[in-house]
Structure formats: C-alpha cells, structure tokens
C-alpha cells in the first residue's frame, strides 16, 4: 500500500485546510487510517483516526472540536478538515495504515502501530 499526502500549505491563525490522503492498494474492514503531525525535534503524535469498516472516530485531546477526519472507501481517501488552527498546530502531518488482521474497534494513538506511511504535508500557521 503506498500512501500520498497532500493538502498542506501556510494559514493565518484561525483558518482552515483540508488535507487529503489517497492510498494505492487494497484498504481492508479492519484496517484503520491515521493522521499523525511531528514538529522539528518531537515525536510523531497521534491527531485522529478512522476505522475503515466502523467509520469509528478518535481524535487528539487537543484537536478534538477543531477537526474532523472521515474517508470514503469509493476512493480509498481519507481527510483531515483542520479549523480554528493555531500555532501550535503547525507540523508536518503524516497519514498512516494500521493493517489489522482482525476486527478491534479500539483506535491506537501509538505511530508504532502504523506499517505505511504518507510522505507527509507540512501545515504552517503564521500570522
């Protein structure tokens, strides 16, 4: 499976971007999609996941209520919709696939967790 990022860009304080993340390759039911986003120096954090059959959500404490990310499994995408951004939201974000052999509805924050990875898409926000 091979990921593609794109959608990143500069933004004032308060605006938004969508990121979009295309897979090449066979997404399966029990798989789940992630965004993750690291900083020069920082680990790669977790930011929200989906899971491809559930459509079950899970969101970073300090995202939750600014973004949303869904996919549609006609096009094998997954989206990042980032409003209200700050700051501190500015990273290089990474969109990842954690294969799973079975059904877990459990979300894993943990980037180990995630076999591919996109090549990333770097988020500036700067007044």
């Known amino acids: 499976v091979q990921l593609q990022a794109s959608g990143g860009g500069l933004v004032q304080p308060g605006g938004s971007l969508r990121l979009s993340c295309a897979a090449s390759g066979s997404i399966y039911a029990n798989d789940v999609m992630g965004w993750f986003r690291q900083s020069p120096g920082k680990e790669r954090d977790f930011v929200a996941g989906?899971?491809?059959?559930?459509?079950?959500?899970s969101y970073a404490d300090s995202v939750t209520g600014r973004f949303t990310i869904s996919r549609d499994s006609a096009t094998n995408t997954v989206y990042l919709q980032m409003n209200e951004l700050k700051l501190e939201d500015t990273a290089v974000y990474y969109c990842?696939?954690?294969?799973?052999?079975?059904?877990?509805?459990?979300?894993?924050?943990?980037?180990?967790?995630?076999?591919?990875w996109g090549q990333g898409t770097l988020v500036t926000v700067s007044s």
């Open positions: 990842g696939i954690d294969k799973r052999a079975t059904y877990n509805p459990r979300i894993s924050e943990r980037s180990t967790s995630y076999a591919y």
């Open positions: 989906v899971g491809w059959r559930s459509n079950k959500k």
